[in-house]
């Protein structure tokens, strides 16, 4: 048994890997979050409430702690600050595995929203150039499976929305024809994959891929069609009008509705189009690095998430 630290795993992404580790009790494992804790109560799970992010707190906070797997994404985290001195403590407190708030695609892709998050990487590279100080690696799981079942995912903690494909509505925004290979893995399946990675012998290393199912929106607008015996409206995209910053669809699937057209066009357009545009690059499309570590692991198909959401959403009316 070892000491496993989540940071920000109450969220949407690290909610399933503490759930499933709690679930497990192999580990002693303590989540952080910077709310009442009284909120987070998870079975076989220790949470306590982190708000004071300065070296020597966290550095206390971290003694004994064999791994660290942060979940916060850029956008939450201005300049990576929190992240970064978390990174620090952990070098400090002598962490053996640290995980970086990644979860997502290939890196270093030349897709603008990822940017965010290379000051991260680069401040772990920096840190072993000259001695490793720190092991650390990657989870790869492309996208999230989770959210082809919007508005009805499996999790009621997983907060999704229609990302280009909406089973609801029966419809779909691809680029070009929507054949680029992407890379879905189901939240429960990445929290299986990294639980057993805690005390895995490989090292992590920055390339983690996950691979839950390798395929394309096109198959999935195709399942979904034979599912729900609906044809879907499919909104096709041309990726040199995406890299313009030009999203040419009558649909422009959002994080949330009614939003005002300035937050449309500022902050909702740009952040799909480097999803759309993403995928059409293959930054989802990662290579099964983990599932030759695991072969015993079977993963959940986009049929069957596909087919559980609908039904979910059968049930609803
Ligand atoms: N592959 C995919 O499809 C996919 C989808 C979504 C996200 N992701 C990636 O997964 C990672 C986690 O995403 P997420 O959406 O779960 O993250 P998130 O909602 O931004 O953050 C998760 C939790 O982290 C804590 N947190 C946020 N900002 C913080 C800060 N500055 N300092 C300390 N704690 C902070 C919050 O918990 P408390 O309020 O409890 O402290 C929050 O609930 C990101 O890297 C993101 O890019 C991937």
Redo the contacts with the bound molecule.
Sequence with gaps: MVRVTI??G?????RSIVEELGKQGKHEVILW???DPSE?QIPGVKTIQVTDYSHSNLVKLLQGTHTVLA???P???PGSR?QIALIDAAVAARVTRFAP????GKVRSGIKMYDMKEPVLDHLEKLNREKKVIEWGIFQ????MD?LAHPCPPSKHFDTFPLLFDLENARAVVVEDGTAPVVFTASTDVAKVVARAIDHPEPWTLDGGIVGERTSYKEVIETAERITGREFTVYRLNPDDLERGEFKSPWIPSYAPNLPPETMRDVVVPFISGWALGIYKGVADVDPVWNKRLPDIRYETVDEMLRGAWERLQARK
């Design positions: 940071v920000g109450a969220g949407r992404v690290g979050t910077r709310r987070h979940f916060f994404n956008m939450s985290d929190n708030s990644e979860w997502a799981p492309g996208l999230l959210y």
